[in-house]
């Protein structure tokens, strides 16, 4: 059983920046794309940024591309989101979550992940 663990939320100001991390605690196997998602209140849960097994191709939501880097670390099991330029609407809690299908990750299956994290509270002030 696989179990993303998420660390880095907090409170920022607008304009300012915060770090994600999220590692993959019990056995892994390798083979799991990673991606971020969000879900602010009262809204559904929606797709932010994923990356690959091997960390040669990304994928980001249109409302984060130029603010948002996802990075990863195979050596660590780690997938970390570098989130510059926050505005108050970036408030919501962040998702980890881990699959093996790329589409499922990216085409936002919600239902369909095979592992999600407990989340990361980002609350960005004007």
């Known amino acids: 059983q696989v179990q993303p663990v998420e660390s880095g939320g907090g409170l920022v100001q607008a304009g300012g920046s915060l770090r994600l991390s999220c590692a993959a605690s019990?056995?892994?196997?390798?083979?799991?794309?990673m991606g971020w998602f969000r879900q602010a209140p009262g809204k559904e849960r929606e797709f932010v940024a994923a990356?690959?097994?091997?960390?040669?191709?990304?994928h980001y939501a249109d409302f984060v591309k130029g603010r948002f880097t996802i990075s990863r670390d195979n050596a660590k099991n780690t997938v970390d989101l570098q989130m510059n330029n926050l505005k108050p609407e970036d408030t919501a809690v962040y998702y980890c979550?881990?699959?093996?299908?790329?589409?499922?990750?990216?085409?936002?299956?919600?239902?369909?992940?095979?592992?999600w994290g407990k989340g990361t509270l980002v609350t960005v002030s004007s």
């Open positions: 990356i690959t097994w091997s960390g040669t191709m990304t």
């Open positions: 979550a881990f699959d093996k299908i790329w589409a499922t990750l990216t085409g936002g299956s919600i239902g369909g992940m095979d592992y």
């Open positions: 019990g056995r892994t196997s390798g083979g799991y794309h």
